[in-house]
T-cell receptor, first 116, second 115 residues
Framework: AQSVTQLGSHVSVSEGALVLLRCNYS??????LFWYVQYPNQGLQLLLK??????LVKGINGFEAEFKKSETSFHLTKPSAHMSDAAEYFC??????????????FGIGTKLQVIP | NAGVTQTPKFRVLKTGQSMTLLCAQD?????MYWYRQDPGMGLRLIHY???????AKGEVPDGYNVSRLKKQNFLLGLESAAPSQTSVYFC??????????????FGPGTRLTVT
């Protein structure tokens, strides 16, 4: 069964500092990996996704993530945090469920606080 | 183009009452999902639908029922609400669930409190 582990339910960074949000996954097949962002009182929206090909994936708002198969990781980074990055971030892995449908397993989320 | 909409946005129920949450999408997506979001637990799948007239159970289906009479609408029903169903409910869609590489599109959520 697939699973996602997000290390750190809360992360605080200073404005302008590096953002690093960690995600490790387990999957029995080549994974499809996603990062979603949830701003306060809103639904989730896609930041970026890894399907196949290049292991460094660029997303919206300056975020990127690197797929490392040997480490089963898909960490999210941004070189310089902005106040508007304060949100909750979810890592997710997609696979095929027992019914043949797309089954997405979400991590518990990491709340990012940006300190001015 | 509204995307995925949910009604209502907020609701307070008393234990034992019933209600229906409505999800509507205008993207002609095939698959639709209902999730609940609880602190420290991420999103958990309640029910999903692979097309009009077809629904199936997800990870936490007990206490909920669903219907998809029209392709664009997916209803989530609580027949007898319990305090354990206090949560934020999200509807999501995807172009198709037959491929696992597609992202999901989420509605803004419904905050439900059961007292």
């Amino acid at each position: 069964a697939q699973s996602v582990t997000q290390l750190g339910s809360h992360v605080s960074v200073s404005e302008g500092a590096l953002v690093l949000l960690r995600c490790n996954y387990s999957s029995s097949v080549p994974p499809y990996l996603f990062w979603y962002v949830q701003y306060p009182n809103q639904g989730l929206q896609l930041l970026l996704k890894y399907t196949t090909g290049a292991t460094l994936v660029k997303g919206i708002n300056g975020f990127e993530a690197e797929f490392k198969k040997s480490e089963t990781s898909f960490h999210l980074t941004k070189p310089s945090a902005h106040m508007s990055d304060a949100a909750e971030y979810f890592c997710a892995v997609s696979d095929r469920g027992s019914g043949g449908y797309q089954k997405v397993t979400f991590g518990i989320g990491t709340k990012l606080q940006v300190i001015p | 183009n509204a995307g995925v909409t949910q009604t209502p946005k907020f609701r307070v129920l008393k234990t034992g009452q019933s209600m229906t949450l409505l999800c509507a999408q205008d993207m002609n997506h095939e698959y639709m999902y209902w999730y609940r979001q609880d602190p420290g637990m991420g999103l958990r799948l309640i029910h999903y639908s692979v097309g009009e007239g077809t629904t199936a159970k997800g990870e936490v289906p007990d206490g909920y029922n669903v219907s998809r009479l029209k392709k664009q609408n997916f209803l989530l029903g609580l027949e007898s609400a319990a305090p354990s169903q206090t949560s934020v409910y999200f509807c999501a869609t995807s172009v198709t669930g037959r491929a696992v590489s597609y992202e999901q599109y989420f509605g803004p959520g419904t905050r439900l409190t059961v007292t």
